[in-house]
């Protein structure tokens, strides 16, 4: 499901640009939206910014990890009820309603904010890559992130920045596709077979074991494990910071 | 009808999941080997679960559409894969789901009015093309192992008939009336070989 987000995303966008392009107007804002604008400006613009771009105090709100892993108010209303102390960011006392009003706001300075960048990856500026600190992703590489316990600089990376060019190497990294799952089944009869994950749904499953022959089994009738290598990948979806992106991704550059 | 019989020399390699050709000799009970079921062409399965009594209260449990000419093939069942054909194409899809494993296709000139289905002999397919050759496919995955011409398709020759497996030996015949096309010499004396009872074609080839 998750790795499906991006597909998702980018559907989403195209057909914001060409309702765009039909009706030559801009999208109009919700109603939730424009309340939540409303009452972010007065009780978080001071520090956010009255768009939520970043203030004096606070920070961008539109590349925030948690603003953009938000879902109907499952990350962001819980800091905005409880605050973020170690960071200084006090709780802010609000009903329900007008939680759900600034999460709908911020959803939709998303939007606003996504459909203005480059609707072409060619014409992206490759600047905007190269902002990472190459050192903090090397410890993120080995800390945080856990990529140590899959790759190495040394062997699977070596060279891989000279491999595939910048934007290629970033997509590979954020959203890998081409390592197939695997899956071990065991049959009521005892017989186990191994082999690449061939389909899966409620249903059945099917593999290509190690021979090459296509296996396929109901569910309700054998006991499977699937392994995924991508996982950690698809996990780290969830954690990366817009610093960890370009941190990592000034880190893997240097493997030249 | 001419007819070629083509040697399979080397046996072929592991076919754990594949076709054990003793199964060949056999009723089929659990399987559909070949075109006719099995050698007798009775094409019948002894197997009880549905009958008289239960056959009105079947109802569909999967659809696969071709987007291809007319189905007209007998399918195979082998080890819960189905294979089957239209001219140019070969599936091998699941026999539980109706979920595609993979298709082999190969346009081809020639007469396009039917495709009767493959004939398998371990790991391997073999397919009968509009344009008068025999395919020789990889039954895992449908990739094509080797490719021969059984006649000339500017003769008019085609196959639509499915092969069949005896023995190790592969044989098919094709279709087509030459009288409606030029007859060239050559063609000429393919037609007396034949008369005369001479096997005028015999292809080995490695299988």
């Known amino acids: 499901m998750r790795a499906c987000r991006p597909v998702t995303f980018f559907v989403a966008l195209l057909i914001g640009i060409a309702v ?47 603003v953009r892993h938000d879902r109907n108010g499952s990350l962001i209303a819980p800091v905005i009820r409880d605050g973020r102390p170690q960071k200084g960011m006090p709780s802010i006392p609000m009903s329900d309603s007008r939680i759900a009003d600034v999460v709908a706001f911020l959803h939709w300075r998303l939007e606003e904010s996504d459909l203005r960048s480059p609707a072409n990856p060619r014409e992206y500026d490759l600047k905007t890559l190269f902002t990472g600190n190459a050192a903090a992703g090397k410890v993120f590489f080995y800390g945080a992130g856990e990529c140590g316990r899959c790759h190495s600089p040394s062997r699977d990376l070596a060279g891989i920045a000279t491999k595939y060019a910048p934007t290629d190497l970033q997509a590979r990294f954020l959203y890998p596709s081409d390592v197939p799952k695997t899956a071990t089944v065991v049959t009521r009869s005892g017989a186990q077979f191994t082999g690449e994950l061939f389909y899966h749904d409620r249903f059945n499953i099917a593999i290509k074991d190690s021979s ?17 290598p991508l996982a950690a990948h698809l996990e780290l979806l969830r954690k990366y910071t817009e610093a960890d992106v370009h941190n990592l991704f000034a880190y893997l550059e240097t493997f030249k | 009808m001419n007819c070629f019989v083509l040697a399979l020399i080397a046996a072929s390699s592991l076919c754990a999941q594949g076709l054990d050709p003793a199964a060949l000799l056999k009723s089929p009970v659990g399987t559909w080997p070949t075109y006719n ?41 082998v080890n819960g894969v189905l294979y089957f054909t239209t001219p140019d194409n070969v599936w091998a899809i699941d026999a539980r789901s109706g979920r595609p494993i993979w298709r082999y296709n190969r346009p081809s000139q020639g007469d396009h009015i039917g495709q009767r289905g493959v004939a398998m002999y371990k790991d391997r397919l073999y397919f009968g093309t509009t344009d008068a050759h025999l395919i020789c496919l990889d039954a895992r995955d449908g990739k094509r192992i080797w490719d021969i011409e059984v006649a000339d398709v500017q003769f008019g020759y085609y196959i639509s008939i ?32 034949l008369a005369l009872g001479q096997p005028s074609q015999t292809r080995r080839s490695r299988v």
């Open chain 1, 212 to 228: 090459g022959w296509y296996r396929s089994w109901p569910c309700a009738e054998v006991k499977f494990q699937i392994h995924d």
């Open chain 1, 20 to 66: 765009q392009a039909c009706s030559g107007e801009e999208l109009s804002e919700p109603a939730a939206a424009t309340r939540g604008r409303t009452q972010f400006a007065q009780t978080c613009g001071f520090c956010h910014g009255p768009d939520a771009n970043g203030g004096s105090e606070g920070p961008n709100l539109i590349r925030s990890a948690i």
């Open chain 2, 162 to 193: 499915a092969p069949l497996i005896v023995k190790g030996r592969v044989i098919i015949g094709t279709s087509g009336d030459q009288s409606t096309f030029p007859r060239s010499t050559r063609s000429a004396e393919r037609q007396r070989d």
């Open chain 2, 37 to 77: 079921g099995d050698y007798s062409g009775r094409r019948y399965s002894t197997l009880t679960q549905i009958d008289s009594g239960n056959v009105a209260s079947l109802g569909l449990a999967w659809a696969f559409q071709t987007h291809s000419t007319a189905l007209k093939s007998t399918p195979l069942e």
